[in-house]
């Protein structure tokens, strides 16, 4: 039963992440076309029925799935072959400690709505998100054109710069509530503050919410930070990618993005968690109660987690169609010399409000 537990939780999820994938490759077109004054994709059509654009995502993969696989002639293969599974592999695999729900009692099992229930959920996301970088770098060497491998050593660039912050940004969170546990730092943020306000992240650490969110975005190499993909300049490191291996670093960029969005719901938006919502139903701070199954409940906190994840899936695509790119010097002048900084400086105001709090 417990297998059966794992692999529904597993489909779920994977399920979810790619459904999120499609919507974001249909909003991409139709959002930016909204914001410029245009009316976007609208050709492709099932029997007659254009659905708003939202065929226009099949027709893609068609397209790559039936496109010659181009594999440079000096090029490593073998390499050229495993850069993208890499890179996509990795976005996937931080999931699995994403909790997008709380601990419920099924069929006589304690389930939590997450796959792997990691002591240590965070550190395990930022190592599968570090390890990604081998995809992009594999990718750009293993081309045998210098404009890949220009793009490839500037991902790495930019990614390590970023991570470094991105962890920094953290400490302060860690600070606050004294876990690396996903799921227990969500259920720390169900607690109110003064009896009325909840206890989310972005309301403990404001400043590390702002710069957390910077850092994530970076992270998916996207507008205004795709650099290592500006076509205008050195073409990027899939240039020599074609067919559904391009689809493939296509398709990690968009499920980064909803990685990002998630973890941003899940550190500082309280994840899954609804104000004034417990396992038997609403109780609200003046008394008042209205008591609900456990199945509406359920169904509330994994819809309020995919509600908040979607707004920030819409924000960072608005920020994408919104924002110019950022010269090289000036990403990286970004992350070394001005949010770094702050982000240890959010360190050290975290830390003496500790102290003062606990000497009082």
């Known amino acids: 039963m417990s297998t059966l537990i794992v692999l529904a939780k597993v489909f779920f999820c994977f399920n979810v992440v790619m459904g999120f994938v499609y919507l974001l490759s249909w909003l991409e077109r139709k959002q930016s076309a909204v914001m410029q004054d245009r009316i976007g994709a609208n050709?492709?059509?099932i029997l007659g029925l254009r659905m708003l654009?939202?065929?226009h995502p099949i027709a893609d993969a068609l397209k790559m799935l039936t496109k010659e696989d181009f594999v440079p002639n000096q090029g490593n293969r073998l390499v050229h072959t495993l850069a993208p599974m890499i890179a996509l592999f990795f976005a996937l695999v931080s999931f699995a400690v994403i909790?997008?729900?709380?601990?419920?009692?099924?069929g006589g099992h304690t389930v939590s709505l997450q796959i792997l229930d990691l002591n240590v959920g965070l550190l395990f996301v930022l190592a599968t998100m570090s390890m990604g970088i081998y995809g992009f770098v594999l990718a750009g060497w293993s081309s045998a054109n210098n404009y890949a491998l220009l793009g490839g050593l500037r991902a790495a660039s930019q990614m390590i710069a970023y991570e470094i912050t991105l962890g920094a940004t953290l400490i302060g969170l860690l600070m606050v509530y004294g876990t690396l546990h996903l799921q227990e730092m969500v259920l720390q943020q169900g607690e109110l503050l003064l009896g009325w306000?909840?206890?989310?992240?972005i309301i403990l650490q404001p400043l590390g919410f702002i710069l957390f969110t910077t850092a994530a975005l970076a992270e998916t190499k996207r507008v205004p930070f795709d650099i290592p993909e500006g076509e205008s300049e050195?073409?990027?490191y899939f240039v020599e990618y074609s067919g559904m291996k391009f689809g493939m670093f296509y398709t990690t960029d968009f499920v980064e993005t909803v990685l990002a969005a998630a973890l941003v719901t899940t550190l500082f938006l309280g994840g899954w968690q609804v104000?004034?919502?417990a396992p038997g139903g609403f109780?609200?701070?003046w008394g008042a109660a209205w008591p609900l199954s456990q199945t509406v409940v359920l169904l509330l906190q994994v819809g309020a987690f995919l509600f908040k994840v979607?707004?920030?899936?819409f924000i960072f695509m608005l920020i994408r169609w919104t924002l110019p790119r950022f010269r090289w010097d000036q990403l990286l002048r970004l992350g070394w010399t001005m949010i770094l900084p702050l982000s240890i400086l959010n360190i050290l105001v975290t830390g003496a409000v500790l102290l003062w709090q606990g000497t009082n």
């Not at 306000?197 to 992240?201: A, F």
């Open 99 to 106: 909790p997008f729900g709380g601990i419920y009692e099924l």
């Open 283 to 285: 109780e609200f701070p």
């Open 275 to 277: 104000p004034y919502l």
């Open 53 to 55: 654009g939202l065929f």
């Open 197 to 201: 306000l909840p206890g989310w992240g």
């Open 43 to 45: 050709r492709a059509s």
């Open 234 to 236: 050195i073409i990027g």
């Open 310 to 313: 979607s707004v920030f899936c």
